[in-house]
Every structure is written in structure tokens, then in C-alpha cells.
């Protein structure tokens, strides 16, 4: 199957959504390099270059940095994660919703003897 190769200056899919997104949030190509160690330069080549994003640590940066999945910028495309992994990520995912609950559960407790000591 041959592949059909991206006219000079056509942005594709992955390129089109991230911009999107960046101009939703307000947010420059510089200020992602800020945050990310990802020069704007590279990320401009990325808007103009089909095959650019294949350094997928660059682009895990990213999306780290904006709070998105990867999945919402490279459409179709899975993650061949093995098992023992998925499993860790799951348990890992669990132990922090249960961290989160603990620490709301103190906050409140907290603002509950605030709330009684400052009533004297």
C-alpha cells in the first residue's frame, strides 16, 4: 500500500487539532516551549511537515502540558501497552483517587475546626 505523500505547506490532522486547541486556550507556541522544552521552531516544522511528529516524547510534552490525551490528537492510533503495565497505570490511578479523597476529607476537616474555633 503506498502512502500518499502531505503537499508542501498542508497541515494534517494531528497539526489542524492542535492548533485548534492552542488557539481555544490562547496559547503560543512559545509558551509551550516554555513549558515544555519543546522549541517553537520544532513545533512550527511539526505544523508544516506530515511525517515531523514522530519524536512522540515531544508530543506526550504537549499534551501533558495542555491536559489532553494523546488519543485526542492522533485519531485511530492505540497504544500497544502491555498488560503489566495497563494493570500498574490502573492501580496507581486508583491509589490517587483514593489520596485525593483522604486530602478533600482533611480539607474539610480543617475548615470545620476553623470554622468552630474562629466562632468563639
Known sequence: MKKEKQKKGETNEINVKLQKIMKQRGITGYQIEKATGVYA???EKAFKLQ???KAAINLMKICEY???DM???VPGKTL???KEKRDMMEIMAQRITELTEKLKKKE????RIKKILGGR
Do not use: C, F, M
Not at 108 to 111: L, M, S, V
Open 41 to 43: 521552531a520544532t513545533l
Open 71 to 73: 488519543k485526542e490528537l
Open 66 to 68: 495542555l491536559g489532553i
Open 80 to 82: 500497544d501497552v502491555p
Open 108 to 111: 474539610d476537616e480543617i475548615a
Open 51 to 53: 511525517g515531523s511528529w
